[in-house]
Structures are given as C-alpha cells and as structure tokens.
C-alpha cells in the first residue's frame, strides 16, 4: 500500500481543475464536439463525512464520475462497480480531466495520457492505470480512505480487488 507525499509536481489547485473541467466541457457542448451525456456524466460530489482518512459517499445511483475537489477523490459507477481514484495522474501528479473525446475515461493534459473509466491505462507517457483508493461498502455508502491506495504496477492483485461490485 502507497502513502501519498505531494513533493515536486502536486496537483493543480482543485477549484481550478472542476472549473477548467466544467468550462472546457460546456464548451465542447456548446460547440456541438462533445455528446450531452459527456456533460451530464461528471459533476462535483460532496463527501457525506470524514472521519480521520475516511471519507463517505453515498453510492451514485447511475453510471457516471463525480469529483469530489476537497478530498482530491474521483469516484466512478461503471457498469455495476464502484471505484475511487486518486485525483493525481499516476505519472506526475496532475490532476486528471474527464476525457474530452466523450468516452467516459479520464486524460492528463500534461504529457496525453488516456485512462478508461475503471482507471485502465490506454495511452500516453504514464506507466501505469491510475491509482485506486481503498474503498468498502458500508450500506448504501461506498467509504474510501483517501490516504491509503493501490498501484497497479507494483500491488496488481489489490488494484484489482480495489472495488465495490453492486
Ligand atoms: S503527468 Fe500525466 S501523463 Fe505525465
């Protein structure tokens, strides 16, 4: 298991990510280059609470990604699971954007790194899938521990196992 240490490139100030992600994706809509759904799929989530590293969510109801900037946490449904992603790109530390090609996936502006929606490395100079949070289901919540995560170069089998099945 990784801890998170934010020395060199950290990531970008997370209000200015959401807004650069809601105003370059409403302007893809607007422009007629992105689906609506691709708009309609990413939207801010606030934690429910934090207990120490713990932070509760409650399980979205429908495929989609939610940003949660306080608590620098993706959280993903896709296709009956559940994820939670450090917001970092595994390779340097940007913060990662929802995927403007409409895919669903993630990319990082830095060096074009591609990722699919349950974190899955496509493209670019990163070298691994993006970091999966620890994450339980407790209920109708899915509680994810922002300071403990896999990566899936080095801790595959618990990468993978990073999940809440529906
Ligand atoms: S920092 Fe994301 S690909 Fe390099």
Known sequence: MSSHDCAGDCPIARRVFLKDVSLFTAALVAAGLAPRGAMAAASPIRALSREATEVRYPIPPKDGVQFDDKNEVILVRNA???????????????????????????????????????????????????????????????????????????????????????
């Open 80 to 166: 009956g699971k559940v994820y939670a992603f450090a917001l970092s790109c595994p390779h340097q530390s940007t913060a990662l954007k929802l995927d403007p090609a409409g895919t669903g996936g993630f990319y990082c502006t830095k060096h074009e790194s591609r990722y699919r929606p349950t974190g899955e490395f496509i493209s670019g100079r990163a070298t691994r899938n993006m970091d999966r949070l620890v994450i339980r289901r407790d209920g109708n919540n899915a509680v994810v521990d922002v300071d403990k995560w896999y990566e899936s170069d080095s801790e595959p089998a618990q990468w993978a196992a990073a999940v809440i099945t529906l």
